[in-house]
């Protein structure tokens, strides 16, 4: 008789998802007997120890689950949800997955929000996307006021649903060269994740080059066409001394500072993620 325990399920599991090169494939088919059982990864992890079993029906969702991650489709998209610092955001087809090296990007923006000499500052995510960085503004920082333009309808819809019901966060759907012209000259922070791969340049991971929208992705032959909009763009947006953050890849940094060094920026500086990679450049408007 086959082993229905959850231990052997998930083991199994696990297996067939490092067969095909999946990152980290016990935390992926523990997560998704998780979304199948209704528990967290802990609670998974306590029930494996105990020796608990799964009911037929469970093993067969949570096979169909695993035949889906082993094709790479994104854990997120199979469970509909990703964790964004202290928040659980709805994902899908159609809007880029927030990464976790994001999570240190957003840091730079709430703390300038909150070290603001203003009662209400004012932030502004430029290209949202999920809404990921704006929302962990609007939450851990609650006295600044918050605004958020996305240009893709489909990423747009994802926004909206995770920033409903949250006041001091307006979401638009723009084109971030023209958002917000009512706010010039009067934010402190203005942050953007954009799309920074250079056209000819293919993402390594699967989930990345199949799944994220192209949109979210490719900046031009360089990388950084996004990236002079952004720069003039802020600096309309900001107040002096405002800070412009920006996401990129770990080779832009000093193409980034030089471009916005040259656009009238000071203080132009590159800053390093948990993996010790070049991930964010910060500048302050004159």
Partial sequence: MPDTSLAAVVRAAAQRLADVGVPDPLVDAELLAGHVLGRRRGEVQAAIVRG?????????EFDALVTRRSGREPLQHITGTAP???LELAVGPGVFVPRPETETVAQYAIDALSNAPEPAPIGVDLGTGSGAIALAMATEVPHARIFAAELSPDAHAWASRNVAGVENLTLVLA????????LDGTASVVISNPPYVPDAAIPRDPEVRMFDPS??????EDGLDVVRVLSSRALALLRPGGLLVIEHGELQGASIRELLTADGWRAAATHRDLTLRDRTTTALRP
């Fill in 52 to 60: 608990d079993g799964i009911s037929s029906d469970d093993a067969a």
């Fill in 215 to 220: 949109m979210a992705l490719y900046g031009g």
């Fill in 175 to 182: 084109d971030l060269g023209e958002a917000f012209p009512e």
């Fill in 84 to 86: 964004f610092r202290h």
